[in-house]
Every structure is written in C-alpha cells, then in structure tokens.
C-alpha cells in the first residue's frame, strides 16, 4: 500500500524571540510515509491558504486523490473539479547533500533554476492532462521558497509554456501552521522588478534557531 512508503524529510519548523531573550524553537514533526505526508501539506493548504484568495478561485477544498497512479489530489471548485499534483522541493542530488548538510545559502537565481527544472518536467509530464494545479511544498528550511525566488520563478513560468494553470507554494512553520503563496500566475508588481538582479542575490541561514540574513549584491539598490 502507498501509506507504506516511508519518505525522509527535513527540519523545519519555526522560532520565537521572547522579550526575555529567550528562544523557543518548535519543530514541524511530518508523518513517516508519503502518503501521510501528502495528506498532511493537503490539509495544511485546505487551513491556510487565504481566504480572500480561496474565495475568488471559488475553491471549496483540496481532497487527496484515491487512486495512486492518478495525480496527487484534485482541488473542487464552484462547477468542477481541477487536477492537482503535489511537488517537495529538496534539491538533495543537486548539491549532493543530505537534509542535514544541505547548503545555508541560498543563491536565488540557482535554486530558482533548480525549481523551474521540476516544474518543466512536471509540465512535460502531465502534458495530457488539462490545466492541472501544483502545489510545491519544503520540509526543510534550508530549501525553504523565498519571496525572491518566488518573484523569479513566477516571472519565468509567464515566459515559457507550461501545462499549469496555477502554481502554489507551502512552507510548513509548525506541525498544524504554514505560509502558503501564489507562485503563478503572479502578482502584476512582480513584472516591474528586474529578475535579474534578484537573481544575485544571496540569502545567509546560518542557524534556524537564529533565522536568516540577507546578503544583497553590491550593484543593488
């Protein structure tokens, strides 16, 4: 059975700062199989994704799909229902690493590229199916989607075909709270920025317990 597979996943997770000084990190604990982690980002997606945006797709809910070799789940909307394929971002062959020694910096331009890669294979992939949805989720916070690596990918998906007709990110904070975006089709202020100077820009993670840092390119604003 599916809910048999066991699937790794990463750290992720989220930090409080107290007026104390005192730090309290609370790890997201994912389920052990794919299928249960799958069901987990799907009803995490279902609690979070916003209001006014599920309103206006006339989303009711995101349901798992019951057949495995069908896609991942399929999203009901007011008069039908759209397929929808579930994606983890985790680059471990890449940069041949583990979850554990994955890279702490995040140059924007690289791991948008590397995102693009699996969107585009997905593309190619459901090629029959018409105008599926995909939601791209993280378990691990040195993977995690940043609003520039956002900006990027979702400029690039409007240059060049694809099969999606809307394309999500989750990034889990706690084991039954997360952040979910629209990648694409994306927000109109994102077509007036230069892709190519987000692209240089390169994001510290030194420690999760201490959050991240920027570290802009000389010749940016």
């Known amino acids: ?12 997770g989220a930090t ?3 007026s104390t000084g005192e730090v309290v990190r609370t790890p997201t604990v994912f389920p052990q199989s794919k299928a249960q982690i799958e069901r ?7 609690a979070f994704l916003p209001s006014n945006q599920r309103r206006w797709l006339g989303l009711r809910s ?53 995102l693009l890669q699996r969107i585009y294979s997905k593309s190619a992939r459901y090629a029959a199916i018409k105008h599926p ?13 940043s609003d520039e690596m956002r900006s990027v990918v979702g400029w690039e998906l409007i240059k ?9 990110s989750l990034r889990p904070l706690f084991s039954s709270e997360a952040t979910v975006h629209q990648i694409y089709p994306c927000d109109p202020h994102i077509l007036r920025l230069d892709p190519e100077r987000l692209r240089k820009a390169s994001i510290l993670r030194p420690n999760q317990n201490k959050g991240y840092a920027y570290s802009i390119p000389a010749d940016m604003p």
């Open 1 to 12: 059975m599916k809910d048999k597979h066991r699937k790794p996943s990463g750290d992720s």
């Open 16 to 18: 409080k700062v107290y």
């Open 40 to 46: 987990h980002v799907i009803e995490l997606f279902n």
């Open 62 to 114: 995101v349901e798992q799909a019951s057949r495995e070799d069908d896609l991942d789940c399929i999203a009901h909307v007011q008069g039908s229902d759209v397929p929808m394929d579930l994606m983890e971002f985790a680059p471990l062959s890449d940069f041949k690493v583990t979850y554990d020694t994955g890279p702490s910096i995040q140059v924007v331009g690289q791991h948008a590229d590397l």
């Open 133 to 145: 949805w995909l939601l791209i989720y993280t378990t691990d916070w040195k993977f995690s989607i």
């Open 160 to 168: 060049r075909h694809h099969v999606f007709e809307r394309v999500f």
